[in-house]
């Protein structure tokens, strides 16, 4: 398989499909609080995606037995949501989420804290996000992919995290996961070249201590070897000759971003 490149037509469908996914996330980081089960997170997830027209994307997808991937903690990606796993104050807690809309994909990725939260955590939040900015000012045509990756290494190494290297961003389109990979971590080569509609998710995966990660006997699961926390932070971007368009950032996370220093600094 190669990169596909999206037509007109197909590029305003991504958008579509990504706009509603915006507004699924959003309202799922309003819902996060302490008490509530990460059941109780996908069951909403997956109610807010059909309520807007899509169709969940992870569910079955192969043999994953929820909506949302809902991870806490020390808990990389993947978690699978249980009624007895409660949010506490002081958790952090990875959402991933994704929906199809007329046969296209989107797919992104927030963490959020729960009540309130470390300052070492709120920092690690916080740089797992800017690293997915400071990957994407390298995103547009012309450019290759692999100068995103080294982007994101750069920006991260500097806080002594561990970048997960065993999982990376991916082409989207008609399917989930299409070419090429997309990894957070500096290559040895630049990779191939970005066209304009391409569309990809960039996701960094940034851990507190250790880059190393293992799957639980769930076969799904990925946590952290040392326990530390982790952090997740994905939106599927369009590639342009000029900076790429966010097609899964919500209005009023764009109104936040532009009122702090992220988007003077990053983008
Ligand atoms: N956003 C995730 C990824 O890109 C999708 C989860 S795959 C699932 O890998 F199977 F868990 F749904
Ligand atoms: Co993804």
Known sequence: MSITIKTESEIELMRISCRLLSEVHYELGLYVKPGISTADINDYGEKLIRQKGGIPNFLHYAGYPAS???????????????????????????????????????D?????????????????????????FAGIKKAYAGNR??????????FVTP??????????????GTH????????????????????KGMTLAIEPMINMGTEEVEWLDDDWT???????????????????DSEPEILTLHEEERKILQGGDICQSQM
């Open 145 to 154: 992919l692999h100068d995103i990756s080294a982007a994101i290494d750069d």
């Open 176 to 195: 989930l996961h299409e070419d090429p990979m997309i990894p957070n971590f500096r290559q040895r080569r630049r990779g191939p070249k970005l066209k």
């Open 222 to 240: 990925v946590v952290t070897c040392d326990g530390a926390y982790s952090a997740h932070y994905e939106n599927t971007i369009l590639i342009t």
């Open 68 to 106: 949302i991937c809902v991870s806490v903690n020390e808990e990389v990606v993947h978690g699978i949501p249980t009624k007895d796993r409660i949010l506490k104050e002081g958790d952090i807690v990875s959402l991933d989420a994704g929906l199809i809309y007329k046969g296209y994909h989107s």
């Open 159 to 172: 806080y002594g995290y561990g970048i997960v290297e065993d999982l990376c961003g991916h082409g989207i």
């Open 108 to 132: 992104a990725a927030r963490t959020y804290g729960v009540g309130e939260i470390s300052s070492e955590a709120q920092q690690l939040i916080d740089i797992t996000r800017e690293s997915f």
